[in-house]
């Protein structure tokens, strides 16, 4: 998934001379593009990192936030009883991201407020994340969407640390965005905002894609759209292998 | 090196994965079990989801006892009748398990499920077996004859049937309970269910120990299936990519397990298998009873999707 070191500054090249190219009314832009549009899990999957790269039309600081497809998350507390931990409360949150990373070229404490980070929803402190059922508790859900989130984190797929996004000069920039081997299929979301006076100059979305390809994806697809004729073709090739075994561990 | 499972959607070492499959395939050929109940909890140790875990073990239990029922075929140490009976109570059992199983997975409390009949079942096999074979050995060394047990009050059950390769004339209900309460567990806990099945066979039904195996595994192959067929259709969680890498190691693991079995003695390896179990009962145990890391945790309850 590491595109070669000259292909990134052929693509660099190419936005900075798109960007070039606009006129002067539209310095304030930003042009930001992936390395690759799809992430493709395969066979050897074991996570990947995909390049995000782009040009800003003027000064200040840059923030990339991507969200993995939404759903909802449900999240239980265990409670003691008889001696052994049961789950017993339960909170679902809606739409909630799959996945969940920013990325920024200086600590966020350093250019913006809190109130600006919960405005635009930067940060895993400032994710919106609502209970489905209304009138609960403000403690308690706070409890667990803390939670959530840890739980989230521990299975890396929200991200302890913002990335670091790099200048090279003083219009380009570039970051790298790692996805764990767990990550979710579907529409991934990525935004970036170009900060300046903890205010919003410009900002641009850019939408990709985690897709199952080849092997992986026929045979996920094939147990979740015929799942009885999956199961069946299951059970034939376990007992096409137990015979075969026996058969020849017989001859041996 | 990696492989991505396509069900249970996460990535883990083949070679973890082959050296688990080989282990329990060895143990399983060292003591004549089908090695559900080690191979489960061990993928649930790994990180696989339990659901996952249980329903893609079904599935390599079909394998494995489809090899094994073959010899005993062979050797004509299989009721055929009395296989009938049992499945068709397994049957029953294990539809009802697979139904029991998506709803508690859809309330969130499959896991505990899981592990809490897990606990009860090795508790109670392990300690038997330890007991028995301590016996056993005691007995070899006095050398005192053994008596058979026989149970007066099944006799009274109706619905008598004659199994004639087991030289039995007893109620199909037995056969049927037996199977049925079997065949839950073999939804739930992603086993065979020989441990069960096998004391059941021998104390319960009074069946000679030639025909239990042969038996006993004959039943399994369709109880299994059965469960496999049900567990992709209603839950989708049976990963045939885990299930093919298990199985491949398991069979050959099962036949040098099986070569070392024969040069030992019964009780001795019944006494082993009673510790290897009454662990995992340990195990199992502790991770209920000891307070976890992080109270909350994300529930899978299949609906995502």
């Not at chain 2, 499959?110 to 074979?133: N, P, Q, R, T």
């Not at chain 2, 104390?203 to 109880?223: A, C, H, K």
Request: charged share 15%.
């Amino acid at each position: 998934m590491k595109p070669r070191a000259h292909t990134i500054i052929g693509l660099l090249a190419a936005a900075w001379a798109a960007l070039s190219a606009q006129p002067v009314a539209a310095a304030e832009d930003l042009v930001v593009d992936l390395s690759a549009p799809v992430v493709a899990i395969t066979t050897g999957f074991t996570g990947a990192d995909l390049l995000l790269f782009g040009v800003v039309g003027g000064a200040g600081d840059v923030v990339v936030v991507v969200r993995g497809p939404s759903r909802d998350e449900t999240v239980r507390r265990k409670k003691r009883i008889a001696g052994i931990w049961v789950n017993r409360d339960l909170i679902t949150f809606e739409q909630v991201p799959s996945f969940y990373a920013t990325a920024t070229n200086r600590p966020l404490n350093e250019f913006v407020t809190p109130e600006f980070l919960l405005d635009n929803q930067i940060g895993v402190r400032s994710i919106e994340l609502k209970p489905k059922l209304k009138g609960l508790d403000a403690v308690e859900v706070a409890r667990f969407r803390d939670a959530l989130v840890r739980n989230m984190q521990k299975q890396g797929l929200y991200a302890r640390q913002p990335g670091n996004v790099t200048f090279l000069g003083n219009r380009l920039f570039r970051t790298t965005i790692t996805f764990p081997a767990n990550v979710a299929t579907g529409t991934y979301g990525i935004d970036v905002y170009l900060v300046r006076d903890n205010k919003l100059i410009s900002w641009k979305t850019t939408l990709m894609t985690v897709r199952k390809f080849g092997f992986e994806a026929g045979v996920f697809d094939f147990a979740h759209r015929h799942s009885l004729a999956y199961g069946v073709l299951a059970i034939l090739i376990a007992a096409v292998a137990g015979w075969l075994a026996g058969a020849v561990f017989r001859r041996a | 090196m990696q492989i991505y499972l396509p069900i249970a959607e996460l990535s883990v070492n083949v070679f973890l994965l082959l050296g688990m499959g080989g282990s329990v395939g060895f143990l399983s050929g060292l003591f004549g079990v089908g090695g559900g109940f080690l191979m489960t909890p061990l993928l649930i140790f790994i990180g696989i989801p339990p659901a996952v875990a249980v329903a893609t073990e079904a599935n390599q239990i079909v394998a494995s006892s489809v090899s094994g029922v073959l010899a005993h075929w062979r050797r004509g140490n299989v009721d055929f009748k009395m296989g009938i009976v049992l499945l068709a109570g397994g049957v029953v059992g294990s539809s009802f398990g697979v139904w029991l199983f998506t709803l508690l997975r859809g309330i969130g409390q499959v896991d505990l499920v899981i592990k809490l009949s897990y606990v009860a079942f090795l508790s109670v096999i392990g300690g038997l077996m330890f007991s028995e074979s301590i016996r056993a050995t005691l007995r070899r060394r006095k050398q005192t004859p053994t008596k058979r047990h026989h149970h007066y009050w099944i006799h009274v059950l109706p619905l008598k049937m004659r199994f004639r390769k087991s030289r039995l004339y007893i109620s199909a209900l037995l056969p049927l309970g037996v199977g049925f309460i079997v065949g839950v567990l073999s939804a739930i806990m992603g086993v065979g269910g020989g441990f069960v099945m096998v004391p059941a066979m021998i104390y319960l039904l009074g069946m000679p120990t030639v025909v239990v195996v042969g038996t006993s595994l004959f039943q399994i192959i369709f109880v299994t299936a059965n469960v496999t067929v049900l567990q992709a259709v209603s839950n989708q969680t049976v990963d045939v990519v885990l299930a093919m890498l298990l199985l491949a190691a398991g069979v050959i693991g099962a036949q040098i397990g099986a070569r070392f079995g024969s040069r030992m003695q019964g009780e001795h390896l019944r006494g082993l298998l009673a510790i290897l179990v009454l662990t995992v009962c340990a195990k199992l145990t502790y991770d209920l009873v000891v307070t976890p890391e992080d109270l909350y945790s994300l529930i899978d309850t299949g609906d995502h999707r």
